[in-house]
C-alpha cells in the first residue's frame, strides 16, 4: 500500500469525522484498507510535518487535523481511491454519534497502589473542556458502575452536580 495513500486517508477521516478521534477509533474506521501498523506510522509522519496534533488526555490520545493538513488534502484529495473516501464518508455517517460519545464523554479505571481505584471521567462540549472528574473508591463494582453511569448519563450528572453547587442552600 501507498504510505501517502495512507496518510491523506487519514487526514481525510479526520476533516470528515470533525471531532478528534484516537488511534482505535481510526483504525476501526480504515481496517478494510490499512492495517493497525500502517495507520500508527502514518500518524507519526503525520505529526511530524504537523499535519495533525495529538492531544493525550487522562483517557487517551486524540488526533485532530491542522489548517496545514485541511490544506494538503485539498490539494491531494484525489490521490485517495474514490471507493475509499465514499468507504469513510459512510462509516463517518453511520458512526458519527458514536464517535462524538467516545470522543467528547469517556471514563477510566485505574487501580492504586494502595487497592483503591481512580476514576478518571472526562466531558466535552463542543471542543470545550466541561469536566474533568477524579474520583476515589473502594469497591471495583462501585467503579464500573460510577464509569458505566458516567458514559451513559453525563449530560444528567453534571447538570446535577451544577445544581447543587449554585445552591444556597
Known sequence: MNFTEVSLTVLYLLQEAKTPLNIEQISNALHTNYTYIEISIALTNLLEKNLVLKNKTPISEEYTITVDGRISL???????????????????????????LES?????????????????????????????????????HEAKLIASNWENRADEAIASLYNILISDK
Open 104 to 140: 467528547k464523554v469517556a471514563s477510566h479505571i485505574s487501580v492504586l497502589d494502595d487497592g483503591n481505584y481512580l476514576l478518571q471521567l472526562r466531558a466535552i462540549d463542543n471542543d470545550l473542556k466541561m469536566n474533568d472528574i477524579m474520583l476515589v473508591v473502594s469497591d471495583e
Open 74 to 100: 485539498a490539494h491531494l484529495k484525489n490521490d485517495i481511491r474514490g471507493s475509499v473516501r465514499n468507504s469513510i464518508v459512510k462509516y463517518v455517517d453511520e458512526n458519527l454519534k458514536q464517535l462524538c
